[in-house]
């Protein structure tokens, strides 16, 4: 859950600088419409039914959003560790990002990101501190010409090294659509590259892994609002149901 937890905060990190293409949250997530908040519940057939017959909630995700359609502040809540998160970000007068305060209520600490802007390579840098002050690590998001981001670099901390821990990079086509995304550490050790194709309703994604010998192929449906934006989202290896998200919008009015 950390991981998915991680990957989507690098997601949401939109690139609004002067002279280049910008785009917000709501389009990095491909929400239409003016949303104004969404609370997002994971179901997962993992839980306590052995069979499946039941679907046990694993997690919920609250996202807030401000007029500019960016994230303000996030609740993330994990069932399993009882684990609970808020993340509140802020912008400056121009609506760029340029900080957040993460805070881990579970284990009771938290730390603060500051973020840096280059025009001309299309980056943002992420430099996390703990409360004390202590380097907790450095992030680089790098995005294309449309502002979609393209590459994320994860850098361990100051103090040890600072060396690269791993590499997320993404792929689209001329629509914007995500059709492949790759994940590897420095030595290539661990990775996974992942395929995505199909239509908005039905919709495809086969990885390959480092330690598995055949491609895996998860599906996944979608039902949409009236506005255009998923609300349930479920997740199939095979026959087998394996997650099912659901999403309650709301919309400003």
């Known amino acids: ?53 039941r679907m046990d909630t694993t997690s919920q995700i609250t996202y807030l959003f401000n007029k500019d359609g960016n994230i303000k502040q996030e609740c ?10 808020t993340i509140h970000t802020y912008y400056n007068e121009q609506g760029i990002k340029t900080s957040n ?40 998001y790098t995005f294309n010409a449309k502002g979609f981001i393209i590459e994320h670099q994860t850098y361990g901390s100051f103090v040890v090294g600072g060396k690269l821990l791993y590499t997320y990079q993404w792929e689209y086509d001329r629509t914007n659509f995500n059709i492949r995304t790759h994940y590897f550490t420095p030595d290539s050790s661990v990775y996974r590259t992942s395929l995505h194709y199909g239509t908005r309703q039905y919709l ?15 599906r996944y449906l979608y039902v949409y609002d009236k506005k255009g934006n998923w609300i349930k989202k479920t997740t199939m290896q095979g026959k087998k149901v394996t997650f099912i998200e659901l999403r309650s919008i709301t919309y400003r009015s």
């Open 1 to 53: 859950m950390k991981t998915i937890f991680l990957l989507f905060i690098l997601i949401c990190i939109h690139f609004n600088l002067e002279g280049q293409i910008s785009t917000t949250d709501l389009e990095q997530m491909n929400l239409k419409s003016s949303v104004e908040s969404i609370i997002e519940t994971t179901l997962s057939a993992t839980g306590k039914s052995k069979r499946n017959k």
């Open 76 to 85: 993330w809540k994990f069932n399993a560790t009882e684990d609970s998160t």
């Open 101 to 140: 305060l993460y805070i881990d209520h579970s284990n009771k600490f938290q730390n603060t990101n500051q973020f840096t802007h280059d025009t001309i390579q299309r980056t943002i840098t992420s430099f996390a501190f703990s409360e004390q002050g202590d380097s907790v690590g450095k992030d680089v």
């Open 204 to 218: 495809l994604s086969t990885s390959i892994l480092s330690n598995t010998s055949k491609p895996i192929t998860y």
